[in-house]
Nanobody, 123 residues
Framework: QVQLVESGGGLVQAGGSLRLSCTAS????????MAWFRQAPGKEREFVAG?????LYEDSVKARFSISRDNAKNTVILQMNSLKPEDTAVYYC???????????????????WGQGTQVTVSS
């Protein structure tokens, strides 16, 4: 099982960009579906983007965020552009071992989580 460490959160003005990074320890990283979720105060944790052999995005971020992975470095990146105040949340990296490459948007399907990184977008 992998362990995950996120970095790259912070405070940014609306319209700005941030790059989140998630580094995994452990073996067989390429066999894991990786995803980013976020949780705003008082709200449930929601799917943002996921990647295996392809990628998948939540509708509100599809044109603004980009997820990528480097299997040689055990790293997944979430590039966030044109940030909005409603993107403010704690962002979590998640992993799920899936041989088929299927990307689930259900947080309960992921069994490994990072500690989270705060993203704050000011208006």
């Amino acid at each position: 099982q992998v362990q995950l460490v996120e970095s790259g959160g912070g405070l940014v003005q609306a319209g700005g960009s941030l790059r989140l990074s998630c580094t995994a320890s452990g073996r067989s990283f390429s066999s894991y579906t990786m995803a980013w979720f976020r949780q705003a105060p008082g709200k449930e944790r929601e799917f943002v983007a996921g990647i295996s052999r392809n990628d998948l995005y939540e509708d509100s971020v599809k044109a603004r965020f980009s997820i990528s992975r480097d299997n040689a470095k055990n790293t997944v990146i979430l590039q966030m552009n044109s940030l909005k105040p409603e993107d403010t949340a704690v962002y979590y990296c998640a992993a799920r071992y899936v041989s088929s490459g299927y990307i689930s948007t259900n947080r309960d399907r992921y069994d490994t989580w990072g500690q989270g990184t705060q993203v704050t977008v000011s208006s």
